[in-house]
C-alpha cells in the first residue's frame, strides 16, 4: 500500500504555518510511514523533494494561489503524486487540491480519503457537496463527526486526534514546581480573561502563546495585574516541553461565545495543548465545549467545567493546584489514556483500518445539487 497525505499548508516555521491542522498531517504521515510507503505532498517556497526518517516528503512550488489564499494553493504537479500512490488521504475537505485529488482519484479507481480540521476556501464544494466524492470520512473527534453534518454517514468514522507520546512524556527528575499553564493562540474566544478572573493571587500561572489580538493581549495583561502571572510569546519545543512537565495543570477555557459577544460553532475540534499536558502527566481542565470533554474524563483526567463560569473554574483550579495526591493520580490517569487512545501509533491502526474496510467498497461518484454546510475555521 502506498499512501499520500495531502496537506495544502507544510508544518515549518518558514515554508508554511506552525497551526495545528498541518501538525497533525505531519505527525500522521511520519508514524504511519514506519508501516507503510508514506509521502506527504504539501506547498512551498522550494520544490524539492526528501526523506525525514522513513517518510518521503513531497514540496510543490509555484503555485496557484486560488483567490489570492495561501490556504489554498493548487498545481498540476499533484497529478504524478497522486498517480503514485494506492490510497490518498487529504487534510482539509474544502479546498480545491482535495476536490480535484479526490476526482482524479475516483476516475483512476484509487482510494480517496478525507480529514477535516477546518478552514477552507473557494471550491468546487461551494457549490455542490463533494462528500461522496471521498470512499469515507476520518473524524478527529465525535464532535467534529457530528458538526460537520457525518453523523448518521456510514463512510464517517472517528480516528482521534494523536500526541507524540514519546516526545510529550513525564520526567520524574522534573519537579512539579510550576502551576497553572495554558499554551495555545491569545484570541477571545480561548478564554484565557476567564481563568484570569477566576485565579486566586496565590497560584502562579504560565501562559504560553502568540499575541494574535493587541487589544485582547492588552485586557489579559490587565487581568493579570498583582497576580502571579508570567506571559510567554515565543516558546521552542524544548522550553515547551519543559513547562508543561513542570506545570501542576493544564487548562484551555474556550468559549462559544467571548466577552466581546462574538460566536463560533467550533473554538475546538480537539485541543491539542490539553492532550500534550495529559500525556505529561499533568491533570487537565477544560470547558464542556466542542470535542475538549472527549479526551478529558471528568474526575478522572481532570474536571469538565461549563463555559465562562468563573466560580466553577476556581474551584479546579485550587483543587489541582493544592491538592497533591489527587493531582497526581488524575495526571497519571490523564497519561495513561493519552497512550492508549491518542498516542500516534494508535490513530495509525485506525486510519489503516479504515484504508483496507473501504478498499473493497465502492461508492457511486454522484454530487449533491445542495452543498453540505462549511463551518467556520476552528482553532487548533
Known amino acids: 500500500m502506498r499512501v499520500l497525505h495531502v496537506v495544502p499548508t507544510l508544518f515549518d516555521e518558514k515554508e508554511g504555518i506552525l497551526g495545528g491542522a498541518e501538525r497533525y498531517a505531519w505527525e500522521l504521515a511520519r508514524t504511519m510511514a514506519a508501516r507503510v510507503d508514506t509521502t506527504l505532498l504539501s506547498f512551498g517556497l522550494r520544490d524539492r523533494e526528501e526523506h525525514v526518517g522513513p517518510l518521503r516528503v513531497r514540496v510543490l512550488a509555484n503555485s496557484w494561489k486560488v483567490r489570492g489564499s495561501q490556504f489554498n494553493p493548487f498545481s498540476l504537479g499533484v497529478v504524478p503524486e497522486l498517480l503514485r500512490a494506492d490510497v490518498v488521504h487529504c487534510h482539509q475537505q474544502h479546498v480545491l487540491v482535495s476536490s480535484v485529488s479526490a476526482l482524479l482519484c475516483r476516475l483512476t479507481g484509487r482510494k480517496v480519503f478525507s480529514t477535516d480540521l477546518g478552514g477552507g476556501g473557494w471550491d468546487i464544494s461551494s457549490y455542490v457537496s463533494t462528500d461522496r466524492w471521498y470512499h469515507g470520512h476520518l473524524h478527529i473527534s465525535e464532535f467534529s463527526k457530528r458538526i460537520f453534518g457525518h453523523a448518521n454517514l456510514a463512510r464517517a468514522r472517528v480516528i482521534f ?30 478564554g484565557v480573561d476567564r481563568v484570569l478572573e477566576a485565579l486566586p493571587p496565590d497560584l502562579p500561572m504560565d501562559i504560553v502563546g502568540r499575541p494574535y489580538a493587541p487589544v485582547y493581549v492588552k485586557l489579559l495583561h490587565q487581568l493579570a495585574s498583582g497576580k502571579q502571572v508570567t506571559f510567554h510569546h515565543d516558546f521552542d519545543d524544548a522550553r515547551l516541553l519543559d513547562i508543561y512537565r513542570r506545570a501542576r495543570c493544564i487548562v484551555l477555557p474556550s468559549l462559544y461565545k467571548d466577552r466581546y459577544g462574538n460566536e463560533t460553532n467550533i473554538p475546538e475540534l480537539m485541543g491539542q495543548s490539553l492532550l500534550e499536558g495529559m500525556s505529561c502527566g499533568v491533570p487537565a481542565i477544560c470547558t464542556d465545549v466542542a470535542a475538549m470533554p472527549e479526551s478529558v474524563v471528568n474526575g478522572v483526567t481532570g474536571f469538565v467545567v461549563p463555559p465562562g463560569d468563573v466560580d466553577a473554574m476556581r474551584r479546579a483550579l485550587v483543587e489541582l493546584c493544592r491538592n497533591d495526591a489527587r493531582a497526581t493520580a488524575m495526571g497519571a490517569a490523564g497519561r495513561k489514556r493519552m497512550v492508549e487512545h491518542f498516542g500516534w501509533p494508535a490513530v495509525v491502526q485506525r486510519c489503516l483500518e479504515a484504508y483496507e474496510e473501504k478498499a473493497t467498497t465502492t461508492v457511486p461518484l454522484q454530487a449533491q445539487s445542495r452543498p453540505e454546510a462549511k463551518p467556520g475555521t476552528p482553532s487548533a
Not at 486526534?161 to 493562540?185: H, I, N, Q
Open 161 to 190: 486526534s494523536g500526541v507524540d507520546t514519546d516526545k510529550f512524556s513525564p520526567l520524574p527528575a522534573v519537579a512539579r514546581t510550576g502551576g497553572v499553564l495554558f499554551v495555545g493562540r491569545l484570541l477571545p474566544h480561548k
